[in-house]
């Protein structure tokens, strides 16, 4: 019999990130914050981490700093997964080696990462052909007018196609890490992660943000994710858990089960927050009342919409209108 496998002997997801001349920080910051912080309290192997690049030389980043990489495009291409933050110039071409590394990490079968620009060096080692993916949305005219067989989706978070992940502009990585962590550990682990990060689980936010997939076979959270696009169709008319779990195909109990696992909250905390999200811009740039406000974004009274929204914005409707009004 072999020796039993323990927390310290249990093998390592190894992730390799890229680093290059004039970089900004935030997005490698991202990356290592997830994934190269040891989280022994979680008891679960967690990743190795490598920090790449195709020079040994130091790499001005922005900011007046430099970032050394103790490694090569080798350990890149060797990975499981490999993650790409940006690349220096989206107008400029890909270096060939990186275009090499990555194909090859691709051909062994390692998952692909891109986050902001790097969704253009993907596309240049044409591992975005026929694929649904993101990138920041002023690049996304300049991505489908230079690769025209990658679907580009200027208007979501991340899109997730199974080997290959894509996130939109910097902070979205982050929402990306997470759900690369909920993908490898479970959402409860994810979760976990979130809070020390103080972050919520699922960024939320409208349709715009919302998170979207390719098609594929229907599992358990796909029925939260359906209830939740009609929901957010359906925000100014009475909602239910009942009519919530009739969408996503499942019984109320099952329904508030898989919601929790796949949100971190309740379907109606998280109605009350699309709700107060979508009252933002009408008070921001428009002249109607509180109380119509209220009505068009489906508070049934204007005293439970000034409630919640104090509760979620920590201020009043009408100070956040003082405070943010685009028009005079």
């Given at each position: 019999?072999?020796t ?33 912080l ?11 981490l ?86 920041h ?12 067989l ?8 991340y ?5 290959v ?17 909920r993908?490898?550990?479970?959402a ?5 992660v ?9 960024r ?10 390719p098609v594929?076979?229907?599992?358990d959270?796909?029925?939260?994710a359906?209830?939740?696009a ?14 919530l ?12 089960r898989?919601f ?8 109606i ?25 209220a ?6 009274s ?22 943010f009004?685009?028009?005079?």
């Open positions: 019999m072999g039993p496998l323990t927390l310290e002997t249990r093998p390592r997801h190894r992730i390799a990130v890229l680093a290059f001349a004039g970089m900004a920080p935030f997005e490698l910051g991202c990356v290592v914050e997830v994934f190269g040891p989280r022994p309290e979680l008891d679960v192997p967690w990743y190795d490598a920090v790449c690049a195709e020079t040994p030389d130091p790499l001005p980043a922005v900011g007046g700093f430099t970032i050394t990489a103790r490694h090569g495009l080798d350990v890149l291409a060797a990975a499981d997964t490999v993650i790409v933050p940006g690349v220096a110039d989206v107008h400029a071409p890909v270096s060939p080696a990186l275009v090499t590394a990555l194909r090859t990490a691709a051909g062994r079968g390692a998952r692909i990462v891109s986050i902001c620009s790097g969704a253009f060096a993907l596309a240049a080692a044409g591992l975005l052909d026929g694929r649904a993916a993101t990138t949305w002023r690049y996304a005219p300049l991505l489908r007018e230079r690769h025209p990658v679907d580009v989706t200027p208007d979501v978070l899109v997730d196609s199974g080997q992940v894509t996130s939109a502009g910097s902070a979205a990585g982050l929402d990306l890490c997470l759900h690369l962590v993908r490898d550990h479970g409860q682990i994810a979760n976990t979130a809070r020390r990060l103080v972050l919520p689980p699922h939320d936010g409208g349709q715009a943000q919302f998170i979207e997939l594929r076979d229907v599992v959270d796909d029925g939260v359906r209830a939740m009609w929901a957010l169709d359906h925000l100014t008319e009475p909602l239910t858990v009942n009519l779990a009739a969408h996503a195909r499942m019984s109320p109990r099952s329904f508030l898989h929790a696992r796949h949100t971190g909250t309740s379907p905390r998280w109605l009350i927050e699309q709700r107060v999200a979508a009252s933002l811009p009408l008070l921001e740039t428009s002249d109607s009342p509180v109380e119509q406000v009505a068009a974004v489906g508070f049934d204007p005293a439970t919409f000034r409630h919640h929204f104090s509760r979620c914005m920590r201020t009043s409707p009408s100070s956040y209108r003082r405070t009004r685009t028009r005079p």
